[in-house]
């Protein structure tokens, strides 16, 4: 708070409420990016596993065409 007054002194009342303003909104802002973020960490991490799963599937029905072969 002591920035702010010290802007006070420095800039216009306006100037100042619109800085804090832009403040709160990038604030709010970046609130949602890493929210977004952990959306989508959160999918890359089930793709992953998902991947990991189909890899596995994949290696035994490969195996047990070998040994019907």
């Not at 002194?9 to 990038?26: D, G, S, T």
């Not at 709010?28 to 991947?51: C, F, I, K, M, P």
């Not at 189909?54 to 035994?60: G, K, T, V």
Request: no cysteine; charged share 35%; proline share 1%.
């Amino acid at each position: 708070m002591g920035q702010v007054r010290n802007l006070e002194f420095e800039y216009p009342q306006e100037a100042v409420a619109r800085i804090a303003a832009e403040n709160i909104a990038l604030k709010q802002r970046l609130r949602q990016v890493e929210a977004d973020n952990r959306t989508l960490q959160e999918r890359l991490d089930a793709g992953r596993s998902n991947l990991r799963f189909q890899d596995r599937r994949l290696a035994a029905l490969e195996a047990e065409l070998l040994d019907r072969s």
